[in-house]
């Protein structure tokens, strides 16, 4: 493993006994790579070479530690000390850090390695390249705004590869690899893909996706994450643009600039600011689509609603009283561009159905405490939950109701979501409960019955495209409690129709 390291260890610095030391520890430690830093006129004179660093190292130097260039053509500054140890079948750039992969880290550019079990999950798919790319990839932290690990990490592959990169100030990132194989003088092609992802996780689940990475795992030949969104949308476009990098020369190819954007899943920001200076190719592939092997030709734009409800709120519970839960829980969510046409169940919509007919079923006697659900505006909710408080004597009559409709919503979607939970649930009153008047609990379930929500058209120029859709996104109370919270995110291909639905939930919201 020492020999490995001094192969490793560029000339300019290997005399240096800190070096050999810091090996020694790295590998005490299984760390795989450490980077320091210090001056030139701080390396001994015995040491000075007239050799350049590696490009690697030179970026590492610039990205890092002060000159603040935005390329690697002309990277200089200080000098990185880099120890690396471990297994070949690792990427250099990599670093164990344990079961958490620090943020901190690595924005300084030590980057976790896919785990043991996330390499075993992607071990034997096709083609390889593709799906360990994916494997490193999904070791990465990349929430919208949160993306400078894995443009680091792209960076270092190009860099590995002698490759040019550039990337303009809102962070979005373009490499480029020339022609190959008689596919040197043909255009350019631009190929697209965005690096965030949606960031969604099952009710329980501990998983901190700033700082740790998605676990994969294979299921029913389907390669899947545990109690997370899998970030396939865009990961395995990024991926499949990053597998080019690895074509041998012979391969005829034309000049490719690959284009990673930032924070899609927020609302197109990347896009929008993008450089159009760092483009030259008249021509582009987006690869952010999810229908193997279809080819789309347009786009559905988008525009979010929030709805900001005012609130007022009763007295304290009775002495009397019983609190009860309606947890929704166990839907398939998904995205709501790609999965709206399948009809999958809505758990902000299910949880405030069966709110309503409870509360009716108590007649004025009980009182909706809180209702909360979703998360992205782009996700499908699947999680949702509300807390009733009633007189107990009403208790049992409340909870048959609602198990009635709990029933009947089963009948309803359950050939296509077969792992729907509802539950009722007991708990005790909370010290600090309070309830919605019966007015706000009423306009608040009244606005979820009304909200268009789902496939609203389909396209009359193209067969099974949806043209018009909203999905009711996410319920939340306002930061101080006297508002509700409701934001609804509509799509349409037609700029006028979009607008058109976000008008009528204007609308709706003034009539409420």
């Known amino acids: 493993r020492l020999s490995a390291v001094k192969n490793v260890v560029h000339p300019f610095w290997h005399p240096c006994d800190q070096v050999f030391s810091l090996a020694t520890s790295a590998i005490e430690r299984e760390v795989m790579l450490i980077t320091t830093h210090t001056s030139r006129a701080a390396v ?12 690697f190292l030179r970026t590492l130097s610039a990205r890092f530690w002060g000159d603040g260039q935005k390329s690697n053509q002309a990277a200089t500054g200080a000098v990185v000390v880099v120890v690396a140890a471990g297994c070949a079948r690792r990427p250099r750039h990599a670093v164990r ?47 919208s705004y949160h993306e400078t690990a894995v443009l680091d990490w792209i960076k270092c592959l190009a860099e590995e590869r002698s490759l040019v990169w550039k990337q303009d100030e809102i962070g979005n990132l373009v490499v480029y690899r020339p022609g190959t194989g008689g596919g040197e003088d043909a255009p350019p092609i631009c190929i697209q893909g965005h690096v965030d992802m949606v960031t969604e996780k099952s009710v329980g689940s501990s998983h901190d ?57 927020v609302g197109l920001v990347g896009a929008f600011d993008l450089d159009a200076g760092l483009i030259t190719a008249r ?42 839960e309606i947890v929704v829980g166990g839907l398939q969510g998904g995205h709501s561009g790609l999965n709206i046409v399948e009809g999958r169940g809505n758990a902000v919509l299910t949880c405030a159905r069966i709110t309503s007919v409870a509360l009716a079923a108590a007649g004025s006697e009980a009182q909706l405490c809180s ?29 048959a109701r609602a198990e009635a409709e709990i029933a009947v919503l089963k009948e309803e979607y359950g050939l296509l979501e077969k792992n729907m939970a509802v539950r009722i649930e007991h708990s005790a009153i909370p010290l600090d409960a309070k ?43 306002g930061e101080d409690g006297s508002t509700m919270l409701v934001t609804c995110s509509t799509r349409s291909s037609i700029d006028g129709a979009l607008e058109a639905v976000r008008r009528r939930i204007h609308s709706l919201c003034c009539l409420v």
């Not at 690869?287 to 030709?297: C, I, M, N, Q, R």
């Not at 499908?380 to 408080?389: E, F, H, Q, S, T």
Request: proline letters at 8%.
């Open 371 to 399: 209702i909360e659900g979703g998360d992205k505006h782009n996700a499908i909710p699947r999680d949702a939950r509300a807390v009733l408080l009633l007189p107990s004597a009403l208790k049992e009559a409340v909870v």
């Open 435 to 477: 309830a919605f008047d019966a007015k706000s609990a009423c306009c608040l379930l009244q606005l979820f019955d009304l909200l268009p929500n789902g496939v609203l058209k389909m396209s009359h120029a193209v067969p099974g495209l949806v043209e018009t859709s909203s999905n009711v996104a996410a319920v939340s109370k």
């Open 209 to 265: 996706f700033l700082m740790d990475g998605i676990q994969l795992e294979q299921d029913a030949g389907w390669l899947t994450a545990t109690d997370t969104t899998l970030g396939s949308d865009n990961g395995i476009g990024v991926c499949a643009a990053l597998s080019l990098l690895d074509s041998p020369p012979t391969e005829m190819l034309p000049p490719l600039e690959l284009l990673f954007t930032v924070a899609e899943e």
């Open 97 to 143: 850090l344990g079961p958490k992969a620090r943020s901190s880290s690595l924005r300084r550019g030590a980057l976790a390695p896919a785990t043991a079990a996330s390499y075993a999950a992607a071990e034997g798919l096709q083609p390889e390249i593709l799906w360990r790319r994916f494997a490193e990839l999904s070791s990465i932290p990349r929430p």
């Open 44 to 55: 001994p004179a015995q040491a000075q070479s007239s050799k350049k660093p590696p490009a």
């Open 283 to 324: 021509t582009m592939l987006n690869l952010d689509t999810e229908e193997w092997p279809k080819v789309y030709f347009g786009c559905a734009g988008g525009g979010n609603s929030l709805i900001t409800l005012p609130v007022s709120y009763t007295g304290v519970p009775n002495a009397s009283d019983v609190c009860i």
